[in-house]
């Protein structure tokens, strides 16, 4: 019987040994000068694909997108005894495909789920459509197609990978904003995408028409998880020296690796997993859809993969994180007190929200920016999935790696739990997480004092205990942000903690039983400025700011003063008891106390919380996103010596309305704060990229 290979290297002979039909529709978007190289690199990976998942007697092949047969004309003549299909929401393109290379036409839709392709597929050749689809819109495409295979079919898909930046900065795949959100989303996830701008008149389903930009790692993640299936390939740069190229499908582990014995399919089952980077845990252009169990290769304890005697080898190159410019891993604090819950209603009345408190702020001076009112997101409500999967794109589209939710536990009480619960329950949104415990009381002063207190916070090692099994299931999601493969928890008041080493022990302790990896625990040092945590049992210290008490001695004091009255004075403002602060000059007072202890730090967006406490509130004026782009250029330069995993830098805030702490979208200020977030990733990778971009501007792209 031949080997594979054998059938490989005749396909290749007759291929080389015809013409290859050069009809060029005259409606072909995609006719340029390397039209032809094209096509012939993409029989080059089909070639390999096939070769590598020892497929053999191609009979049933599909072209999708298949354009106007860039790839198709050649393919025909890899396969001259298979049965061909082009499909694509061209209909020209489809139409001119079925007369001039006999496929059989396929009119797509706009959603590719709606589609009915051609059952037992042997290859499915899939050239630049998930270079233009968001992950979520992959994932769900790539499945489909996957279903359409027959049982030893692969799908051979293209994406763009790391190669695709030297390839922009001489040919740009879109304009430069865009460009730098889905560098930030690359960087920080794993995998960035932004839609194209849509003309009028046009519409398509969201994270189908755009650019994306994805790691290996990410890609062979999600391939794990389409049901039957398993990688055959991943080879960067596999096709025209600018795609990389993906090779998955049937069949999956239990059916290939059948002949092993029960015992030797249990041994691997339990060894098996890839050493792949997890990362912290993209005008004129045609639309790219228009022009068992998963299967994993098993290691031995060094990494070398274990494959039986007589079996194809799948081939996955694992990321090597260090090849790509280091970057901040930027996480924002996340409130979810937008939503209404019982104890709210009978403290402050029906329906409260954190809303209530922004909506009928009132400016207490002239040029007093309130009420804030939010823009692109509106007043909205984090029971509702679709709001909680908005805030999680507008955040992965500026580079914010995840979010930092604040987590209230009261002696087993979980007080707004809701959106978490509804994020961990359904694993939407695709969308970095952590949690900072809120450890101190609820009161009506709002300063977690103990004046007319709401719900009082209280610990005891057992409660340390329950609470840390209920965090371990948090911990174990995928999504959950790891430091050194250690999921983070950040606690608000460690020094309130009666012994704090003692919970951090049973932290660590419960999550062992549980045989999950001890926690990295993160204390904050709000309330006790100077602090290495270390020394209270936690593995570092988040420096928080803002640090109101550097303000001025009187910062906390509600009363009137002469003091308060001759600064504001200063100001314009008529006032013995207002407490008014310029923002910049705050930010150099708190920058005198930043730790030189080993830390990660924090910047804000600004502070004024009028909301919450009207005529007693703080308030920094001359706030706005240069100033925030200042500190938080200055903060995540210094996390850049330390190793990856530790350059977190923390943003207070995504939404802390009511405190005038914010990157969420408002009225006056747009997207400047997000903007300014992308702004600084930006710099930072303008100093670091490679200057290679230059040398490869001959290089063939598809």
């Excluded at 912290?280 to 494959?307: C, F, K, N, V, Y």
């Amino acid at each position: 019987m031949k080997h594979n290979f054998d059938y490989v290297v005749d396909l290749l002979r007759h291929y080389e040994s015809v013409e290859i039909d050069r009809t060029i529709s005259p409606r072909d978007a995609m006719n340029n000068e390397w039209y032809f190289d094209v096509g012939r690199y993409g029989v080059e990976a089909v070639a390999v694909a096939c070769a590598s998942a020892r497929i053999r007697d191609v009979k049933r092949v599909l072209d999708l997108p298949c354009g106007h047969g860039r790839v198709l004309r050649h393919l025909v003549h890899l396969f001259p005894s298979a049965e061909f299909f082009a499909c694509d929401l061209d209909s020209d393109g489809v139409d001119f495909c079925a007369s001039q290379f006999g496929a059989k036409p396929i009119h797509s839709k706009e959603n590719l789920l709606e589609v009915k392709l051609a059952p037992d597929l042997d290859v499915i050749w899939v050239g630049s459509l998930f270079t233009h689809t968001s992950r979520e819109v992959t994932r769900k495409w790539a499945a489909h197609l996957a279903s359409f295979l027959s049982p030893k079919g692969i799908v051979i898909a293209t994406l763009h990978g790391r190669w695709s930046e030297y390839v922009h900065a001489d040919i740009p795949f879109t304009e430069d904003q865009n460009w730098q959100r889905i560098v930030n989303g690359y960087d920080r996830l794993g995998y960035g995408y932004a839609d194209y701008a849509i003309g009028a008149g046009h519409e398509y389903i969201s994270g189908s028409y755009g650019v994306s930009l994805v790691k290996p790692h990410i890609t062979v993640r999600d391939i794990e998880e389409i049901p039957g299936v398993r990688i055959h390939l991943y080879r960067e740069r596999g096709w025209g020296d600018n795609h990389d190229l993906v090779v998955f499908g049937g069949p999956a582990f239990d059916e290939a690796w059948a002949a092993m014995s029960p015992e030797r399919i249990a041994q691997v089952r339990d060894r098996r997993r890839y050493r792949c980077d997890t990362g912290a845990p993209l005008h004129g252009a045609a639309h790219p859809h228009g022009s068992s169990e998963s299967a994993r290769a098993a290691t031995d304890g060094e990494g070398s993969q274990i494959i039986p005697d007589g079996f194809a080898q799948p081939i996955v190159r694992a990321h090597d994180a260090s090849l790509d410019p280091p970057a901040a891993r930027l996480i924002a604090f996340h409130l979810p007190q937008f939503h209404p819950i019982l104890e709210n209603d009978r403290w402050w009345g029906r329906g409260f929200t954190e809303w209530t408190n922004v909506s009928r702020a009132k400016p207490l001076f002239r040029g007093h920016y309130q009420p804030r009112i939010p823009a692109d997101l509106g007043y909205y409500d984090l029971r509702v999935a679709e709001t909680r999967q908005a805030q999680a794109e507008l955040a992965n589209a500026y580079g914010i790696e995840g979010f930092c939710y604040w987590h209230y536990w009261f002696n087993g009480i979980r007080l707004l739990e809701r959106p978490v619960d509804e994020i961990l329950g359904s694993g939407e949104p695709d969308f970095p997480f952590c949690l900072a415990w809120a450890n101190e009381s609820w009161s009506r002063s709002w300063l977690g004092d103990k004046r007319e207190v709401l719900i009082d916070q209280q610990y005891s090692e057992r409660d340390d205990r329950v609470h840390a099994r209920w965090l371990a299931k948090a911990f174990a999601d995928r999504r959950y942000i790891h430091v050194n493969g250690r999921p983070i928890l950040v606690v608000y008041k460690p020094m309130d903690l009666p012994d704090a080493k003692r919970t951090t022990d049973v932290f660590r302790e419960e999550c062992g039983k549980l045989g999950q990896p001890e926690p990295y625990l993160v204390g904050i040092d709000a309330h006790c400025p100077g602090t290495d945590m270390r020394s209270l049992g936690f593995d570092t210290t988040e420096h928080h700011e803002p640090q109101l008490g550097v303000l001025a001695p009187d910062a906390f004091n509600d009363a009137a003063t002469r003091t308060k009255l001759r600064r504001n004075l200063l100001r314009g403002v008529v006032s013995p008891s207002l407490k008014i602060f310029s923002h910049r000059a705050a930010v150099r007072r708190m920058a005198r106390i930043r730790p030189t202890f080993p830390h990660f730090p924090c910047c804000f967006t600004g502070w004024d919380n009028t909301p919450r406490r009207a005529r007693q509130a703080i308030v920094m004026v001359n706030s706005g996103p240069e100033v925030f782009r200042s500190q938080l250029r200055e903060m995540t330069q210094s996390v850049l010596h330390k190793d990856h995993e530790e350059r977190v830098v923390f943003i207070n805030a995504w939404n802390e309305w009511a405190e005038g702490m914010y990157l969420e979208p408002d009225v006056k200020f747009g997207h400047a704060y997000l903007e300014a977030v992308a702004d600084v990733l930006a710099e930072i990778r303008a100093s670091q990229i490679s200057t290679t971009a230059a040398n490869h501007a001959n290089a063939v792209r598809v």
